[in-house]
């Protein structure tokens, strides 16, 4: 990974994960959106190819890759000071506003303007999926692009036969492993 123009302190590290742990909404890919959107483009951080490397690493760590990317950055721009405070900063909100929604909710679940809002909720979280993976996927496909055709193509049939599988209901894990392995070959072979 590069190295970090300037290093967070511990405490604005720990303000922007409790920011973001207590701003984001729709799990996963809205809260990746969002780490990406705060560590690379607004503090600049990370870069694009750090944060990429990052989520690649903790999509290989059991648990919750929220938390896991959350260590890791931390880690990465503070230590082990650093991967505490972020550590503690995402979960605080998390859990007190998972506490509150869940008292909330068994009190309102049956009222059908409740059970329409969550159902039109579902649209909206895909689409915030498609944008956070294009973002994950664009700087690998643009240093593909950059070394000429064939690559690109390469690159764009392991990604779309790496999405395939896992839509297919391959194992995550097997479906990297195989898109791994077809980098690894051309790569080899370049």
């Known amino acids: ?92 909100p998390s859990v007190g506003i998972t506490i509150a929604m869940t008292a909330l909710y068994v009190l309102v679940k049956d009222q059908p303007r409740i059970a329409g809002a969550l159902h039109g909720i579902t649209p909206a979280l895909v689409g915030l999926s498609i944008a956070f993976t294009w973002r994950l996927l664009k700087p690998p496909v643009e240093a593909l692009r950059a070394h000429g055709r064939a690559p690109m193509m390469l690159g764009l049939i392991v990604i779309g036969a790496t999405l395939a599988m896992t839509l297919l209901g391959v194992p995550v894990l097997i479906s990297y492993l195989l898109g791994a392995a077809a980098l690894g070959i051309f790569y080899a072979r370049a």
């Open 1 to 92: 990974m590069s190295d970090i123009p300037h290093t967070p302190s511990l405490r604005n590290l720990f303000a922007l994960w409790l920011r973001i742990g207590a701003t984001s909404f729709g799990g996963g890919s809205a809260t990746q959106l969002l780490i990406q959107r705060h560590f690379v483009e607004q503090q600049r951080w990370l870069t694009p190819e750090d944060f990429s490397q990052v989520w690649a690493v903790v999509q290989f760590a059991p648990g919750i890759n929220l938390l896991a990317i959350a260590v890791v950055i931390g880690k990465k721009l503070g230590g082990t000071r650093g991967a505490f405070v972020s550590a503690l900063g995402m979960l605080l």
